[in-house]
């Protein structure tokens, strides 16, 4: 069985910093790429950042660029998301998911489609 589990989330401060870890089993964790995404109250759920299967290439939204880092490590087939200088905005249901399908590059933070597997999302509070 097929399963992501998302920890690490919690109620922090602006300005504070977080690091998300996404557990993954059932499948062989480093023959796909991965996502974070998520999804704030009464928002569309959007994607965060990507991973390529080997951790060689990765990409960012624009709202999270050099203050988030996405990273893996396919030998604890665990995925991260270390956050820093977190603002309210940052405030949201953080989820991990598969990705399906060939990398892409940029659209991969837009398509869900492509992501066949989601984790149970861990919830992010940042106070101001």
């Known amino acids: 069985q097929v399963q992501l589990a998302e920890s690490g989330g919690g109620s922090v401060q602006a300005g504070e910093s977080l690091k998300l870890s996404c557990v993954v089993s059932?499948?062989?964790?480093?023959?796909?790429?991965m996502g974070w995404f998520r999804q704030a109250p009464g928002k569309e759920r959007e994607g965060v950042a990507v991973i390529s299967r080997g951790g060689g290439e990765k990409l960012y939204a624009d709202s999270v660029e050099a203050r988030f880092t996405i990273s893996r490590d396919n030998a604890k087939n665990t995925l991260y998301l270390q956050m820093t200088s977190l603002n309210d905005e940052d405030s949201a249901v953080y989820y991990c998911a598969r990705y399906n399908g060939q990398w892409l590059g940029r659209p991969m933070l837009f398509e869900r489609s492509e992501y066949d597997t989601w984790g149970q999302g861990t919830q992010v509070t940042v106070s101001s």
């Open positions: 059932g499948y062989s964790f480093r023959s796909f790429h």
